[in-house]
């Protein structure tokens, strides 16, 4: 019984990543997110840390690029491309987390609102909806001005600003699949609420719960360099949002250090870019009523 | 249609009383004590504490401070903010034109630039012009708002003003003053745009494409209509439903646009003012800006729902 399922399941996967692979856009997000993570991890083995340390800068601040520096220093004579590399580390850890909390939230609460009904569900749907409309810049910027500041923080402002759609998208998953006949059987057969939620509705509605994540990653990540750019972030370690924070801060605009401005930018819109290109291919390849259409 | 707008302006009233007291929860609750927040990083003593927290009114317990908290916005008192020693309502007043100014031209500008790009990419779906601008259009989202301001700052260099709202020599008479108002909104008013229109011509594009193989459509064209006729009198209408109202769902993306453009250009606006806010913390002006804000997109919010009824004749019959 249970051999024939992961057989099945297995097909499922290989028919879905062939699909997958079939489009050039998925694939390119995909390959260009797996240079991003190499980079992330390798930065530590392949870089020094302590040349982010502000007091052992030995360049000159604001040097463009050179042979030495590649990518020229900042306002403290440290190398902008160590700063960026650097950088990657913390908006792709704070995207993640933030997106593994949001997506938790939203799945709890969009299940529960679509299994239990009645008071419940019209409860968790009116606070739902509350935080849909609250626009989230503004409560996460509320959050962590009155948090004491930190990556903890950050992680929760995004996570608890960014939940809404993911609950309303599950929940709508969540009754179409509870109308049909075999979730009626399941019941029939002495089926509890954990065992209807756990065996039944999770297992169909985690595909599209897959997919909203790619796409709820690349918003976290906006939302973070923006939460820093803000000077809200975590004042002791570098990310793309804090580099460019730093960069407004010191005037890199009118210095005409673009070389300071770009990097860190470019890396929030490669990495933005590769996770919505892959959470669209993977929406064509789930909803076969985009077929062709995009 | 009386029994709904009942309802929808009740719930948009149930809403506004939740962001009033979530207000109060975040700055209030959270913090534990507020005049430690406020004071962080700085030498302070304990008599000045205890000034500050008579003066703020967190020295009373938390029921009666909810209570006070509740009667000042009733009689529109959002308290004293704490850097400027002025009414939070008053610094809110000042700053509003300037950020409706520029929120309300961007986005009448982005909303025309993307459903004009919207429509044209669907009716030639596939075609090069569709898909530069349906790319481009995904690049912009991915865009942090204020890194586009920085780099259009950079390399626009001396031709704009690179921040305020009017230079301090300007002659007083109206056509100069609105044309250095204009000359100065420039460069967010760009920003703004890029950052916003790419959301409109994605739904547009969408809709009217779910729009593409309906029957009627084939009719129009049986009866000899030109191309240019069917979709201008026929599909597009159709297709324009649902961008109306996310053109307003999307009010909330803009607040966040206009926080960091008006940041980043020092636009004298409410977002400059949560920024200044955030800075020092000074959280009564920062609850000020939070809950008219956030009540500002709610009733936005009510306003798209019924502007969607008057709209759409197939919702106002059900």
Not at chain 1, 110 to 135: C, E, K, N, Q
Not at chain 1, 203 to 220: D, E, G, I, M, Y
Not at chain 1, 231 to 245: E, M, Y
Not at chain 2, 250 to 258: C, D, F, N, R, Y
Request: hydrophobic fraction near 50%; charged fraction near 15%; aromatic fraction near 8%.
């Amino acid at each position: 019984m249970t051999t024939i399922a992961w057989q099945r399941r297995r097909a499922t996967v290989r028919a879905t990543w062939r699909e997958f692979a079939s489009q050039r856009g998925g694939l390119v997000g995909l390959i260009g997110l797996a240079v991003i993570t190499v980079l992330a991890v390798l930065a530590p083995l392949v870089t020094d840390a302590s040349g982010l340390d502000v007091t052992r800068a030995t360049a000159a601040p604001w040097r463009p690029p050179s042979a030495e520096y590649w990518l020229g220093t900042d306002h403290n004579g440290r190398s902008v491309l160590l700063l960026t590399w650097w950088g990657t580390r913390i908006s792709l850890v704070v995207g993640l987390a933030a997106t593994v909390l949001s997506v938790l939230i939203g799945t709890v609460v969009g299940i529960a609102a679509a299994h239990f009904g009645g008071w419940v569900s019209a409860v968790l749907m009116r606070f739902t909806d509350f935080f849909l409309v609250l626009p989230s810049l503004v409560l996460a910027i509320a959050l962590s001005t009155v948090l004491p500041r930190g990556l903890g923080t950050i992680v929760l402002a995004i996570g608890v600003t960014s939940w809404p759609a993911t609950a309303r998208l599950v929940r709508a998953q969540t009754l179409a699949v509870e109308a049909r006949p075999f979730i009626e059987r399941a019941r029939a057969l002495g089926g509890g609420h954990g065992h209807v939620i756990g065996r039944h509705v999770l297992p169909a509605v985690l595909p599209l719960v897959f997919v909203n994540t790619t796409l709820t990653v690349a918003s976290a990540i906006v939302l973070e360099s923006t939460l820093s750019f803000l000077g809200l972030g975590d004042p002791t370690r570098v990310s793309w949002g804090s580099l460019l924070h730093a960069a407004n801060m010191h005037g890199a605009v009118s210095q005409r250090a673009w070389w300071f401005l770009v990097p860190p930018g470019l890396g929030v819109v490669c990495v933005v870019l590769a996770f919505t290109l892959c959470g669209r291919a993977l929406e064509t390849v789930l909803n076969p009523r985009l077929k062709g259409e995009r | 249609m009386i029994r709904h707008l009942a309802g929808k302006v009740g719930g948009a009233l149930v809403s506004l009383l939740f962001v009033v007291a979530l207000g109060f929860l975040l700055f209030r609750v959270i913090p534990g004590d507020p005049v430690v927040a406020m004071t962080r990083g700085r030498p302070v003593t304990g008599d000045q504490l205890a000034e500050l927290r008579v003066r703020l009114g967190v020295d009373k317990p938390l029921g009666e401070q909810f209570v006070d908290y509740l009667s000042g916005m009733v009689r529109g008192d959002l308290g004293t903010s704490h850097v400027y020693s002025r009414p939070v309502l008053e610094l809110i007043g000042e700053r509003l034109w300037p950020t409706v100014l520029l929120v309300g031209t961007s986005t009448v500008l982005a909303v025309v630039l993307g459903l004009w790009l919207g429509i044209r990419g669907a009716w030639r779906r596939g075609s090069r012009s569709d898909r530069i601008s349906t790319g481009l259009a995904l690049a912009q989202w991915a865009m942090p708002t204020f890194w586009l301001g920085m780099l259009l700052s950079l390399a626009t260099g001396d031709l704009f003003p690179s921040g305020g709202m009017r230079y301090p020599d300007t002659p007083p008479d109206f056509l100069s003053q609105a044309l250095d108002v204009a000359h100065h909104m420039v460069l967010p008013c760009l920003t703004l745009i890029a950052v916003v229109y790419a959301q409109y011509l994605l739904v547009m594009r969408s809709s009217l494409l779910e729009e593409m193989h309906a029957d009627y459509l084939t009719t129009a064209r049986a009866k000899g209509l030109r191309d240019d006729l069917v979709r201008r009198r026929h599909a597009v209408p159709n297709a324009l439903l649902p961008t109306v109202t996310l053109v307003f769902l999307h009010l909330g993306l803009v607040v966040s646009g206009a926080i960091t453009v008006e940041t980043v250009f020092s636009w004298p606006g409410l977002g400059l003012l949560t920024y200044e806010a955030l800075t020092g913390p000074d959280l009564p002006l920062l609850q000020g800006t939070f809950v008219v804000l956030a009540g500002a997109v709610i009733t936005m919010n009510v306003f798209a729902d019924l502007l969607y009824r008057v709209l759409d004749p197939r919702v106002r019959a059900s």
